[in-house]
């Protein structure tokens, strides 16, 4: 059984000129329990009104969202359960702490909202304020903790009545970045202990690539690809999905194959592709995409014919690797290398790229 | 799962879930109390038109009533001239010392505090007698004062050196009550109107003079214009100024003609007051469609999120010139007339001649020894603390509900009836109400609930845009938080967005309470020997002459007013404080 599962949401709304906008564009999906989804995508793609939807707080035009089995939303049949009947958590993106109640009646507001006497929700505060390592502030109000202790007291809320669904709005895009990792981190674990499913938005890829069980990519309203991270990072199905998550070099140019060789034919010189990536293409355009750490650069001359000459013309050195941009002619090439001597901009250098790791998609 | 989906599906509309059941409770109760407010408001207006325009007999139209046409029409002209020459100069001073205050180092803060809530500091019915006892060509203390003066200094002058029974005089007194309206408006806009933008314009070669002309002054335009159209809105409606100073000046003022065609004219010449009252509306719709066109067609620049810092001009040698204009304006405005009123309450009588060995607070004790006086104090202050606080929950749980609904028609719907009678204007609602509720079948005439049930709808605008600037304080991730937690509306209502709607609703309630202990217009029409309020007690003693007296109880009411405001004032910042 799937905990959650959407089928052919839509929602449209119209411009001030009329205009017909598909924020939600006929997505269907199916999460099991305990999985963590991650909805990565640009903003305005429509990834936060599809967490909405499934919170209650927005309205789809059309298609059905059930939780757990149940109908919370269907326009067939017209039902559309309001929020407070859902049962779900939800970490907001301000996080959305009410400043006129202390943090241990942040947390309690949920249970009290049950009915659960006061005892019960006492202990039961005191237990996730434990959990969280965060009871000594239950007694200090919202605006007197620090940001990443603002978002403890918000997961913990959003976990305290332990509903197996948790949705997450951006929640660490309001912290600095190494209170970012640390909550990350956390989070995770918390999840895997308590066996909640997530739903989560962001636009960060290193935090989708961190948390998800499965990025589904969202593009213009639809769902572009729901995979693992790593085959979303590897296999992208798509141009769009390839050129949004991480960095790619996009090279243009016509299939040829001659017996067991397939290469791409370039203005710069050919790459050698692998016949997997080929996939019952003929000779046609396509674009070549690989990423900057599949190049290898070099100022030998090299043995293979596939190696291409360039000049650098920038060389950046971030830490764990030093970026290169290399340029063949009007063509400019971007190459992560690990290790080695930094090599001056004008250094003239070869490169060259593994097969295996360039994926072709059709042009035009 | 299917017939556990079909009972959830029961749920939504109501069958048989608690929780779901209470939130329609909720509804309903506020529903309700849409339905029973729109009546409130538009039932006595149906009435008195149809009354007015189709109901009346043969011969008596409203057009028959009016009398000639040069007298109404000299009542316009009059009208139109006080008004106009007054917001013009309401609007080059609002304006002038809103930008001193915010972009110069004229280094008043405390002025910018002050100068907004001057109306509420003094109403302008005590305002209007201090400044008669100031100016009268007779027995004003500036006039007598001013003369001993110059006589000791040699210079011999014939006639009064002010008069403020005069069209200047009026026209000076509106000034000091339309000038703060078009100050706030003006200074909020430069607040938040990006600094960078004058900046840019300083670092490529203006001076602060030309900055000003050429880049602040064309970015809050609109403001400009909105704060001269709020002071005209604010300006024909007002009753007690011309009451006092144009009757006695002999200049027709229309809100004064209203009043009296409704009050001392026997039987009320309802058809006549309500043509004129039709110009106010007609007036005040328009100024509200320029303010509206203007302030969209605006194009901002405004701050987003942390506030800049704004780079002062200086002002160099005119820095001192500016701020004793400031001051002058406050000390006109607020001290002078209510030192006035304080000193002649001392006096056996209203003389400039002032013995200072015989000033006694024997006035005070008689006013308050007067039963009619006492009660009038008593009545307001009931009323107000009644209504302001009944109409500003209301309007809170009004705006909450607008808030989270999704009917964009029935939204749009309560808004515009609940703010109508703003542009109805509160002389033709106080009509209104008289022939609605003063007769059969309600006999209201003469009580405190035709009092205060005029008073609610008359003040129901102000607080719903407080209401709603209240509620748009509060961030909806608050509220949605609380639905998704698991609370009803109106769990959610009570627990989450009232608290924290309540420093915007308790400055509001502030303000409605000045504005209701104080009024005038609608106490002028609705209010009688049976049901004194301290407008119509105020009016009552000027009437008839007991000039020391009417001092005294100004000044007692003027005291009141200014505590109670400048308390609150402090409470509610304290409470923004706190919950920052």
Redesign the interface.
């Known amino acids: 059984m799937s905990d959650l599962s959407l089928r052919s949401v839509t929602k449209v709304f119209y411009r001030k000129d009329g205009e017909e906008v598909h924020a939600i564009d006929n997505v269907s999906l199916d999460i099991k329990q305990g999985e963590f989804i991650v909805l990565l995508g640009p903003s305005g793609c429509g990834k936060t009104t599809l967490l909405r939807s499934v919170?209650?707080?927005e309205?789809p035009s059309s298609g059905s969202i059930?939780i757990g089995?149940?109908?919370?939303f269907?326009s067939s049949?017209?039902?559309?359960?309001?929020?407070?009947?859902?049962?779900?958590?939800?970490v907001?993106?301000?996080y959305?702490?009410?400043?006129?109640l202390s943090v241990a009646d942040n947390i309690a507001?949920?249970l009290q909202?049950?009915g659960l006497r006061r005892a019960a929700v006492t202990s039961r505060v005191t237990e996730i304020l434990e959990a969280m390592q965060i009871e000594h502030l239950s007694k200090q109000f919202p605006?007197q903790i620090s940001g990443g202790q603002q978002q403890r007291v918000a997961l913990a809320?959003a976990l305290v009545?332990g509903d197996s669904l948790i949705l997450f709005d951006e929640p660490l895009s309001n912290v600095d970045a190494k209170v970012r990792e640390h909550l990350r981190v956390e989070l995770l674990a918390m999840q895997r202990k308590l066996g909640f499913t997530a739903l989560y938005v962001t636009h960060d890829q290193h935090e989708a690539m961190g948390l998800a069980t499965k990025i589904a990519v969202v593009a213009n309203g639809r769902i572009a690809q729901i995979d693992t991270p790593e085959r979303i990072y590897r296999q992208p199905k798509s141009l769009e999905v390839a050129e949004f998550v991480g960095s790619i070099n996009k090279i243009s140019g016509r299939l040829s194959s001659s017996g067991d060789c397939i290469r791409i034919k370039t203005k710069h010189g050919s790459i050698p592709v692998s016949p997997e990536a080929v996939a019952g293409r003929k000779e046609q355009e396509v674009f070549a995409i690989s990423r900057p750490e599949d190049w290898s650069v070099s100022t030998e001359t090299p043995v293979s014919e596939e190696s291409w000459r360039g000049e650098i013309v920038a060389s950046v050195f971030l830490g764990a690797h030093t970026e290169y941009i290399v340029r063949f002619g009007e063509l400019n090439i971007v190459i992560w290398k690990h290790k080695g001597e930094l090599l001056p901009p004008g250094q003239s250098v070869w490169c060259n790229v593994k097969p295996e790791s360039v994926a072709l998609f059709d042009q035009g | 799962?299917q017939a556990?989906?079909q009972t959830?599906?029961g749920?939504?509309h109501g069958i048989g879930?608690k929780?779901?059941r209470r939130?329609n409770w909720f509804a309903a109760i506020s529903a309700a109390l849409c339905i029973f407010l729109a009546m409130l408001i538009l039932v006595p207006i149906a009435n008195i038109l149809y009354d007015v325009f189709w109901a009346h007999a043969p011969g008596a139209s409203p057009f028959d009533q009016l009398g000639s046409a040069k007298a109404a029409l000299t009542v316009l002209a009059n009208t139109s001239l006080v008004l106009g020459v007054a917001a013009i100069l309401a609007v080059f001073f609002g304006s002038l010392f809103a930008w001193l205050n915010e972009r110069t180092d004229v280094e008043m803060s405390w002025a910018s505090k002050v100068l907004p809530i001057i109306p509420l500091l003094l109403p302008p019915i005590a305002g209007s007698i201090g400044w008669v006892m100031l100016a009268s060509d007779r027995a004003g203390l500036l006039n007598v004062w001013g003369k001993r003066l110059l006589e000791f200094m040699g210079i011999q002058t014939d006639g009064p050196l002010v008069s403020i029974f005069s069209w200047s005089g009026l026209i000076f007194v509106y000034l000091i009550y339309t000038l703060p309206h078009v100050y706030l408006c003006v200074a909020s806009a430069l607040r938040n109107l990006d600094p960078s933008l004058e900046e840019a314009s300083r670092v490529n070669g203006a001076g602060p003079l030309k900055t000003l002309v050429k880049v602040t002054l064309p970015a809050v335009l609109p403001a400009i214009i909105s704060g001269g159209t709020i002071s005209i809105i604010y300006g024909i409606a007002l009753f007690s100024v011309p009451a006092i100073i144009a009757s006695q000046a002999g200049i027709d003022i229309l809100a004064v003609k209203i009043v009296n065609l409704m009050m001392a004219e026997f039987p009320p010449k309802t058809g006549a007051a309500l043509l004129f009252g039709l110009v106010i509306v007609v007036v005040i719709s328009v100024m509200t469609w320029i303010q509206r066109r203007v302030i969209s067609s605006g194009k901002f620049a405004t701050i987003g999120g942390k506030g800049a810092q704004v780079t002062l001009v200086k002002l160099g040698w005119v820095r001192w010139p500016a701020r004793m204009l400031l001051l002058g304006y406050i000390l006109v405005a607020t001290i002078l007339p209510f030192g006035t009123l304080f000193l002649v309450s001392l006096q056996r009588f209203w003389t400039a001649n002032i013995d200072w060995s015989r000033l006694s607070f024997r006035h005070y004790l008689n006013v308050f020894g007067n039963s009619f006086a006492s009660q009038g104090i008593l009545n307001s202050l009931t009323l107000a603390i009644s209504v302001a606080t009944v109409v500003m929950f209301v309007t809170a749980l009004i705006a909450f509900r607008m808030y989270t609904s999704?009917n964009w028609l029935v939204t749009g719907a309560i808004d515009f009836t609940l703010k109508l009678p703003a542009t109805i204007s509160n002389l033709v609602i106080g009509m209104a109400f008289i022939v609605m509720f003063a007769g059969a079948p309600f006999y209201l005439h003469g009580t405190l609930t035709i009092l205060l049930l005029a008073y609610a709808v008359l003040y129901l605008p102000q607080a719903s845009i407080i209401a709603s600037s209240a509620i748009a304080q509060v961030?909806r991730?608050?509220q949605?938080?609380?639905?998704?937690?698991?609370?009803?509306e109106g769990?959610t209502f009570f627990?989450?967005m009232f608290?924290?709607m309540l420093p915007g609703l308790v400055a509001g309630w502030t303000m409605l309470f000045v504005l209701l202990a104080g009024d005038l217009t609608a106490s002028a029409m609705l209010s009688g020997t049976g049901n004194p309020v301290i407008g119509s007690v105020i009016l009552n003693l000027w009437t008839e002459g007991s000039f020391a007296p009417v001092a005294a109880f100004a000044t007692v009411v003027s005291i009141i007013m200014a505590s109670v405001v400048l308390t609150v004032m402090w409470i509610s910042e304290r409470l923004t404080q706190r919950?920052?």
């Open positions: 919170a209650g707080l309205y059930s089995g149940v109908d919370v269907n049949r017209r039902i559309s359960l309001p929020p407070e009947t859902r049962r779900l958590g939800m907001f993106q301000s959305a702490l009410w400043p006129h507001y949920p909202m049950e605006s809320r009545r | 799962m556990l989906s959830m599906a749920r939504v879930n929780r779901v939130g999704r961030g991730q608050l949605e938080a609380s639905s998704v937690a698991g609370a009803s769990k627990r989450i608290p924290l919950s920052r």
